[in-house]
């Protein structure tokens, strides 16, 4: 693991856009995510969420504005050198194939491998490294499309994890979960954000558990531009939330975490 100081920005959003044909679908979004943050994205669908992770990550660019890691601009890195920064689960993934498990998490160490992708001993060691932090070795000889959702879950998240990278993006990593691997997920992003020093950088759906898990949020308007930014304390209020998803709400303190609980009423 790599030395950090936390409180130092590591990403940087410069007043980026982005258009499709002729919808703007990001508008001007500036913000900062700090090392070791748990930042997560929120706003109604079709606003550029997903869009702007898949900037940040460098997979597709902005048509103005620009993203800088460590204060540098991510179009100056090679591709292999941005995969060992940063590591990416999309919200869809094919989970329908037949590799074992054990092999499939070892396609995220990829970036470090030769040519010919033989994986080293090391290699070997961080992919069973990774499955006992995530307690899923009794998976490792099973074929993927045989794991229940939220096992699945937790394979893709060790291929990421195997990346090596400071920085983790995930897109919407527990929306078709139950509640009870929902809250498994994030509890254990959460571990990697406070023991490990991973940055976070996610979207959901659920507001309440962007509000307990997260300490920095982004709200995104309608017309993807930058509503609100900061703690949930200041992003989470019914003001806000009335305004972007249109629907009537109470928000209260969660008298056990102390962060803003959002209750819709009819």
Known sequence: ?????????????????????????????????????????????????????????????PCAGSVFINNKNINSFSKKELSRKIAFLPQYVDTSVSFIVSE?????????????????????????????????????NRRIYELSD????????????????????LDEPVSHLDIGNQNNILKILKNLNSEYNKTIV???????????FCNKILLMENDGSVCQYGTPEKVINYKNIEKIYKTTVIVRTNPISNKPYVIPIK
């Open 1 to 61: 693991m790599s030395t950090v100081k936390i409180g130092e920005i590591l990403i940087h959003i410069d007043n980026v856009s982005r258009n499709y044909l002729d919808k703007k679908i990001l508008k001007n979004i500036s913000c900062d995510i700090y090392i070791n943050d748990f930042f997560c994205i929120i706003g109604r669908n079709g606003v550029g969420k997903s869009t702007l992770l898949k900037i940040i990550c460098g997979l597709i660019k």
């Open 104 to 140: 499939f998490i070892m396609f995220g160490r990829c970036p470090y491998m030769n040519v010919f992708k033989i994986p080293s001993s090391y290699d070997y060691t961080t992919v069973n490294k990774i499955m006992d932090f995530l307690q899923i070795n009794n998976l490792a």
């Open 150 to 169: 939220g096992e699945k879950q937790k394979i893709l998240i060790a291929q990421v994890l195997v990346q090596g990278t400071d920085i983790i993006i």
């Open 202 to 212: 996610l979207t959901l759906h659920d507001l309440n558990a962007a509000s307990e």
